[in-house]
């Protein structure tokens, strides 16, 4: 299943289609092949997934149904220190894929990936700044990326996601504390990620001085999604 | 021993030790603050751009501080008596000293709003955060850019005024007048 921000490529949408394609024939033969799986809702989804134009697939029966990333709402904010002047900066374009099941996080999967060419710290002069090869690099690689390897719960709506994060090449482990909270629908997933941007060789060259900029930088998000089950 | 004290307090002739120093310490801070200031905006993004920034800032707000100080200073110490001159210019010497003391404020006032306005809170040398003049908005911070500039060039217009009036002082009317600002006996 897949929730994307941007707007789908014809390409994204064949891939789509033909992956909804595949998930009602295995959704089919799942029904046939094993009874105790088809209780209660499933013939109407089967049915929905039919009928919706683009929607989600689960490819595998062990992967939990898919959210929907809400783009209006969700947010992805970086804050540094520039000789002790905290300096904020946010992301305008990002992709979320989840597949949770709040009642088996540990079945669950969540990948994110950011636009570092819509980063922006406020200011033209400093935007144009960063996309250079000494920040983020974005002709090289523009997209900086989040794959989870495990997830599990920690009680109280909170969760830890473990994974890789890649930004300009570099790929490190990091475990990202989670917070869900469910109103109307929406799944409002935040929390705080802490990062050494000289892990990931942001800001190079002349840059590594961090005195002047400093090593630390807290990620933060707030993701919403729609379709992720009751916690 | 005992000494007899003069009935009457001798004539001040000079400034106190304390507002000679803060007259000094200002004149250079202010002096190098406007020299960074037109430097620093002209360069392209750097680390010493960022770093010039931060130290103009520090600079600006130490002068706020110490203006502040020396206002305070100033209105519990009288001066020395004007040497003798016209009236025109004895007022117009104390007309610049009004607009000089009015600048000590409103330029570093003026920077730091705009440094508010930009979205950049100023770090009193990286250490201490100071509150925000005015909350982060763009039209905002470009009213305050130019006003920050153009009173920098008012209190340098009045800087000059301030010298040239020593300069007439010194040269022409050979009156003294510097002594009144430079330590020595009475």
């Not at chain 2, 955060?129 to 920098?152: I, R, S």
Request: overall charge positive.
């Amino acid at each position: 299943m897949q929730a994307r921000l941007n707007q789908g490529l014809p390409t994204r949408l064949a891939t789509s289609l033909s992956i909804t394609a595949l998930s009602v024939v295995s959704a089919a033969l799942m029904l046939s092949a094993t009874p105790l799986m088809a209780q209660t809702k499933a013939p109407a989804k089967v049915a929905a997934n039919a009928a919706a134009p683009a929607p989600a697939t689960a490819a595998t029966p062990a992967a939990p149904a898919a959210a929907k990333l809400v783009p209006a709402g969700s947010d992805i904010t970086f804050t540094f220190k520039q000789m002790g002047v905290p300096v904020d900066g946010h992301f305008k374009r990002f992709d979320a894929q989840l597949a949770f099941d709040p009642k088996k996080p540990e079945t669950g999967k969540v990948s994110l990936a950011i636009d570092l060419s819509a980063a922006t710290l406020g200011d033209p002069a400093f935007d144009a700044e960063l996309v250079k090869p000494e920040w983020f690099n974005t002709k090289k690689v523009p997209q900086a990326t989040f794959q989870s390897t495990a997830i599990k719960a920690l009680g109280g709506g909170k969760f830890e996601a473990t994974g890789k994060l890649s930004i300009k090449g570099q790929v490190r482990d990091v475990v990202v504390p989670v917070t869900l909270a469910q109103a109307g629908g929406t799944t409002t997933a935040t929390g705080v990620v802490a990062i050494k941007r000289l892990d990931y060789n942001i800001g190079d060259g002349e840059w590594k001085d961090t005195s002047m900029v400093a090593n630390d930088v807290q990620v933060k998000f707030k993701l919403n999604f729609t379709g992720v089950g009751p916690l | 021993m005992t000494t007899v004290r003069p009935s009457l307090k001798p004539v001040r002739r000079r400034y106190d030790g304390v507002a000679m120093l803060l007259h000094w310490l200002l004149a250079v801070a202010i002096i190098g603050a406007f020299c960074m200031g037109l430097y620093m905006t002209g360069l392209s993004i750097s680390p010493t751009r960022l770093k010039l920034y931060n130290w103009h800032k520090w600079a600006g707000v130490t002068i706020l501080a110490l203006s502040a100080l020396r206002l305070l200073w100033r209105l519990g110490h009288r001066p020395p008596a004007d040497l003798p001159m016209p009236a025109w210019q004895a007022r117009a010497a104390h007309l610049v000293h009004g607009l000089l003391y009015a600048a000590f404020f409103a330029v570093p006032l003026s920077g730091w709003a705009y440094s508010s306005a930009a979205g950049f809170p100023v770090v009193w040398f990286g250490v201490l955060p100071l509150p925000n003049l005015v909350a982060p908005d763009k039209a905002l911070a470009a009213t305050f850019k130019l006003a920050h500039e153009w009173l920098a060039y008012g209190l340098a217009a009045l800087v000059l005024a301030h010298l040239g009036a020593v300069v007439k002082h010194v040269v022409l009317d050979r009156d003294g007048l510097l002594q009144r600002m430079l330590p020595g006996r009475a």
